[in-house]
């Protein structure tokens, strides 16, 4: 499966729901050892738009991992993508920043050059 062909068909404010959401339903489960309400009504919202082919029952439990599975690697990847982009966007700035160093220029006659030292 290609998450990345899943991933294209959202919105940046439903990426950021899944990532949030996503968060939400590992710290609930840690802790409960329950899945997360709005979390769980969320990802089969979301599953029924994304595989309208594909019934999952939110009282079956095999159907609840699934999904919750398959959103976690949306999130984990959607997330990772982000933090690529904002290194990319550090190092691009950090080359702008950088200034060229002033070339010694070279007299026959020992005069000073146009940078104000001796050659």
């Known amino acids: ?30 802790q409960t050892d329950k899945y997360h309400t709005g979390a769980l009504n969320a990802f089969f919202d979301l599953w029924k738009e994304s595989f309208p082919g594909q019934k999952q029952n939110k009282g079956c439990v095999s159907c609840r991992k699934a999904v919750f599975l398959l959103f976690n690697k949306v999130a984990s990847l959607i997330s990772s993508d982000r933090l690529k982009a904002e290194v990319k966007l550090e190092e691009f700035n950090e080359t702008l ?13 020992g005069a000073l050059s146009p940078t104000g030292a001796r050659n």
């Open 97 to 109: 920043k950088k200034t060229k160093k002033a070339k010694k220029h070279i007299t026959r006659t």
């Open 1 to 30: 499966m290609d998450y990345n062909s899943i991933i294209k068909n959202y919105t940046e404010e439903q990426k950021d729901m899944i990532v949030s959401l996503s968060k939400l339903n590992e710290i609930t489960v840690q």
